[in-house]
């Protein structure tokens, strides 16, 4: 069956960095369109980034764009998210997810991030 399994997240202050990783089992990994979406509390989820299957083509949400960075190695079947420049209102649960902007069909678990002094 499909697993998807994040981690890396962890606290963090504000300008600091964190790579989160989603190790995916149970498909073929380099077929599908891979996205992270995260939650904050009391909100509702928010997808961040996509990738294309040949990591030729990234999408980011407006508010990430220039900090997060998005990758993938189809060799060892993990997804990643670099964070820099990290900001109080990027805490949330960050979910590995399979497919493109708001039409996934697999998630993981989460790690939660904490950005805070």
């Known amino acids: 069956q499909v697993q998807l399994v994040e981690s890396g997240g962890g606290l963090v202050q504000p300008g600091g960095s964190l790579r989160l990783s989603c190790a995916a089992s149970g498909f073929t990994f380099s077929n599908y369109y891979m996205s992270w979406v995260r939650q904050a509390p009391g909100k509702g989820l928010e997808w961040v980034s996509a990738?294309?299957?040949?990591?030729?083509?990234?999408y980011y949400v407006d508010s990430v764009k220039g900090r997060f960075t998005i990758s993938r190695d189809n060799a060892k079947n993990t997804l990643y998210l670099q964070m820099n420049n990290l900001k109080p209102e990027d805490s949330a649960l960050y979910y590995c997810a399979r497919g493109r902007r708001n039409d996934y069909d697999n998630w993981g678990q989460g790690t939660q991030v904490t950005v805070s002094s």
């Open positions: 990738i294309g299957t040949g990591s030729g083509t990234t």
